[in-house]
């Protein structure tokens, strides 16, 4: 009890703390804002805003809102600016203690700039910590080879440092060691438990749809939580204010329309009126009939056996001071067939709003979001044995931000409610099931300290995560920080306690992994009462069923020239306490004379993941050019013997290439070369009669007895290394003003590498990932 006084303790001075932080503002005053793009009335993203002949300012963060604080009274104009478009302008005169609110428009350059790229992660490289973090913009999406004609965020994902895929099918992403459970995935303040289609080259989300995600790979900081390794957030735009537009495409992987406009025009850019906008999309994927004729060479003919559908709408309501409110709302569904091995099928849908509250007479913002979604997935093997997993949950938040000039202040508070069931059949045909809830409440503190000469900045977070159904608090501190040793290289750190109460029911053995159930985490009846330490003799007593680990990131950046930037590295993971499926499992848990190890639904491990990352980035003109090297290792400890987990790779290399050229640069071409090293597999060390008893008086001299499998060490062999090379050209047709024609072609495993995808455990047949598939798809945007 002690502790979690002074956990409450610790929350309640950060805050006070921070209020008084808040009422020691000098009698300044604070100009603030939304920066928009004059075209469709879009928030503009990551804009310099600042006071002519100043050095003071600030960038816009998502919304596109800034805050310029601590500014002596007077007369000033005030400027935004952004690479490839014009600079705006306006004259202000501030008083004292004024708090003045203002909106911008900048319109695309007269002058075509669109030769440099626009890397977010760019301009706020000397302004921010930036550890183990990604920001990806719809341009940088571009710059992949895109398949069917539709740049999509898992294609771009699968190169960022610290990043393994699954390959081309399998549809799963590991961040630095850490699960696809354990990495939080966030659509617009709401939590999406499968991001990715069966088929590994897309995501859910529409590109065309996503305004920016940032990635944190690690060592987070504390306005996140719930997760052990990592965070994506995702950001969805606004739809066009200015005029219905939209967007239809077709190719040989499925179909994709897309409608968006306003509701209330604001034409003028009238700076007191409100506006309201809408944008609808839908994607269907009929890979699972075209492929049979048009690729009849996969699979002897019987084609690619994935289809899925998605659905997003969104509703944007925007006041005349920048106060606005988003309803959304999705629908998402895959559907995949390996004749005679397994079907696979889920659903996720959900509803949500989230809202931006601008005070008319503080410098500060509030951000909320309520939010329910529900996911489900089953799975009928060959062996008649079915799966089954379902998770809904609700979210209400609330996070506050004070803009002080060189220390901003940020808080928040979280409710969650969480259902889940499960039914799972083990190797050993013993059914594990349950229904569980989880019941959540935290709350955050941050600060973001930048000395007066720019140099240092340090972000000191505090998070304290209540799990009341299992009355267990969990106090979880942060760092961030990074110094500026000059303008061309900095050095940074970061770190942090993490826990989660969701754990996946996957069996790890299966030779084609695709059912990925979730499930709270399991009461202390559920697991062993003990487990012994890596390097300890002596068990220890198991009282919290929490997942629990540490973080520790450090690294440099290093910009030699202007169109180089080069960034290093390392982090290690601790996962000291994780739950997984008890495969297996022969007794029942009643029974008393049984060991945990075989009569547990499931088992306590431990694991830690190290590795170094190296990126190299040049962007100059038409052509970008983009490297990254991963080393990694992931280990796990059983409590009696080590192993690697199915994602441990040791080496992974992703090289990119993207250059735009033509009249009015309307060709672009994109590759993308990607190697890793073998995953680990648990191979087949014999077979065995397994004889079905169905009742005690069973004769097994003469009953039909099916083939076993005895399995060798878990994950004791490795698979061979997989390599692929995506290549993609795109050239645009400007057909009037507002209508253009884009022809895309592209081409998957333009090599045609024989990428293992698994071993049949009975015939021993080995099954590639996908051979060599061209493309051309046709878009129309008006």
Known sequence: MKIHRLSFLSLVLAICFAFTAIHSIAQTATVRGFVYLKKTGEPALFTNVYLQGTTIGATTDDNGYFSITHVAPGNYVLIANSVGYDTARESISLTKDQILTKKLYIQEASVNLNAVNINASQKARQGDPGVSVTVITPQMMKQIPSIGGQPDIAQYLQVLPGVVSTGDQGGQLYIEGGQPIQNKVILDGMTIFNPFHSIGLFSVFD??????????????????????????????RDGNKKRVSGKIDVSPFGAHALVEGPLVKNVNDDPDKASS????????????????????????????????????????????????????????????????????????????ANFILVPGSSSSLLEGNIDFSNYTISDAEKDGLPRQSSINTFDLGLKFTYFLGNTNVYYGFDISGTGTSYNFYNIADRLISDSLTSDELNGYVKLKITSKNK??????????????????????????????????????????????????????RDVVD?????????????????????????????????????????????????????????????????????????????????????????????????????TIRYDYKELSLYGVYSLGYVEYWSGTYQFPPPFDRRHNVNLVASYTFGKDLSWMANIRFNYGSGFPFTPTQGYYANVPFANIGTNYTNTNANLGTLYGQFDGGRLPDYARLDASI???????????????????????????????????????????????????TF
């Open 455 to 508: 140099k240092l900045i340090v972000e000191p977070g505090f998070r304290l995560q209540y799990y009341a159904t299992y009355n267990e608090l969990s106090p979880e501190p942060r760092l961030d920080a990074k110094y500026n040793i000059n303008d061309k290289f900095r050095v940074k750190v970061a770190g942090g306690i993490y826990s989660q109460d969701l754990i996946s029911i996957v069996d790890e």
């Open 514 to 614: 695709l059912f990925y159930g979730i499930s709270t985490v399991p009461p202390t009846s559920n697991i062993p009462s003990q487990f012994t330490q890596q390097g300890s003799t002596t068990p220890q007593d198991v009282t919290n069923p929490l997942e629990t680990a540490y973080h520790l990131t450090a690294g440099f950046e290093y910009d030699p020239i202007n169109a180089i930037h080069i960034n290093i590295e390392g982090y290690y993971k601790n996962f000291e306490q994780t739950t997984t499926l008890n495969y297996n499992k022969i007794y029942d848990q009643s029974d008393q004379n049984a060991p945990d190890t075989l009569k547990k639904n499931f088992l306590v491990q431990s694991g830690k993941a190290y590795g170094a990352d190296i």
């Open 730 to 780: 795109d050239k645009s047709f400007q057909l009037s003003q507002e209508v253009g024609l884009h022809i895309n072609a592209s081409v998957i495993n333009l090599l045609d590498r024989q990428n293992i995808f698994y071993f049949d455990r009975i015939t021993g047949q080995r099954v590639n990932q996908l051979p060599i598939l061209p493309t051309i798809s046709v878009a129309m």
């Open 277 to 352: 906008s809408f944008i609808l999309s839908v994607k269907n994927s009929y890979l699972g009939q075209t492929s049979k004729a048009l690729y009849p060479y996969v699979d002897s003919g019987r084609g690619i056996p994935f289809n899925f559908a998605d659905y997003y709408g969104k509703l944007s309501l925007n006041t005349a001071n920048g106060s606005k409110l988003n309803l959304f709302g999705f629908d998402y569904s895959d559907n995949v067939t390996y004749p005679g091995i397994d079907t696979v099928k889920w659903q996720e849908y959900g509803v949500g």
């Open 207 to 236: 590109g065309d749809v996503i305004s920016d995600a940032t990635v944190y790979a690690g060592g987070f900081n504390a306005d996140y939580g719930d997760r052990l390794s990592s965070i994506m957030d995702i950001r969805t």
